[in-house]
């Protein structure tokens, strides 16, 4: 189940208040705060103690529910203290915009996070800054545009139609999530290299993606990563080795084929940009661009079909609507890039479902490279920023009733409106670049599941609760009851 946040609109209006009563006195950086801003003045936040290392420990044991007590306790803007740091959370949605939006020059992607995920992905977009980010972003940008991502509707609904054919008649027990965490991989695979894997080969390459992302979330709150020679960081090498050499293997083949015979996938896009700008697109370039292809693309998309089939099971309702939806728009034929506009209350639900459980629910943070000003606070270069979507996702100023599934407030004349407080993608020039293409592969694999098959909750059966390691899944692998239908 969604974290409880009820209640938080206790605590509330802080941002507003002209005065800064709880505002905390800094010993780190009196003197270095911008001149209009409260000298000293800080806002509330729970008290740190010599070091503050204790809200740190507090964090790497359950962020999420950490994020919301101290909301609940010291409202929208909270300070912590954790020295040497000054951490900001931001869990207003107009001041999350006006950070992430308005400020969007005077921020850098948290230094931790990066040093984390280059080990990972190398230098890729996802990890750069500055000029270099820039470049990456603009020469990607076409490949990952909507457009881009249509194009890939008829190799994607060719990679459906044979997994669910082999998913089988009827199971009350259908081990949902690890069927969908194959699909997305074999998605991902199809996308970069128009090609398919092993059953094998996926298992360990999903393994491997996990593993990366459990390790990325535990190192985060760590001052230092250990090196990977260290025995223990075994399982780790194995993990990266494994994502590493499946995509060498592809990369040789690939180079070896003439140019004019090369598929058109994301590693032949990422090729013709080294081939045409080879000081700016080594081939360790595309390495890592095709990594974070897989790191943020596979398991994000796994999970957010995973939770989206909980919700269609648990609301029998929505999924008739859903389904209803896509039989009158598509019938029985596989879906056309151009009816995935028509599928408007299907993609609802999956609004909905990302609302609830967002794959990266408190992944955004970012470094101030100068003083940031923020509703009527001044932060000094230095200060650090984290936004909790899942926390604004869950607040019922913004989403009535936010613990219950609603797919329809995101109708046009739906009550969700206030900007800022609906990101599952994040927001600003760092927004996520992969994001029509998760929408697209999202949808059709949504809209060819419901033409097939009636997904329920099996006897019994608890809800889920939900656990982090960069995305969010289920605690135990989910399993619902599945019957195809007639
Ligand atoms: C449900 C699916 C997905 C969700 C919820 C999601 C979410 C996010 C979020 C919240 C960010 C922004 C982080 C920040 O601001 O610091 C992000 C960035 C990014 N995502 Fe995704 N993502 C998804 C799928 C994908 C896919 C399929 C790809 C590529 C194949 C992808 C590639 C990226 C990249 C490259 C960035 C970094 C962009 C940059 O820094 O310029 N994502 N994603």
Redo the contacts with the bound molecule.
Sequence with gaps: MPMDTAGIGKARNLVTMNTTPNSSPCPFHSGNVPPQAPLDAWPPGPPSGLTGWGLLWRMARGMPEALVAWQREFGDVVHLRTWPEHQIVVADPTLARELLVGNRDKLT?WERARTVFRRMHGD???VAEGEA?QRK?MALHPEFSRQAAHSFVPALTEIMDRAYAAWPQTDANWPIEQAFTSLAMEL?VGMAFSDGMERDEARRTEQACRALMAQADAEFYHPWSWPDWMPWQRARRQAQAQLDQLIERRLLQRLAMPLANRPDDLLSRLLRLHNDDQANWPLSAVRAECK??FL??HE??AS?LTWWAWCMASHPDAQHAARAEVVETLGDAPPAASELPALRYLSQTLQET?RLY???PV???RRASCPVTLGHWRFPAGTLFLVPVQLMHHDARWFPEPRAFRPERFRLDGDSKVAGAYQ???SGP??????H??QTE?TLAAAMLLQRFYLSVPDGMTPPQAVLHVTQRPAQPLRLALRRAP
Aim: glycine fraction near 10%; hydrophobic fraction near 55%; charged fraction near 10%.
């Design positions: 992607r890729s977009v996802l980010w972003r991902i974070t292809a943020a693309g994000t998309v957010t990302m967002p794959a990266a992944l955004i943070s599952p993608f994040g760092r927004v996520c670049l992969g994001q293409l998760a999202m």
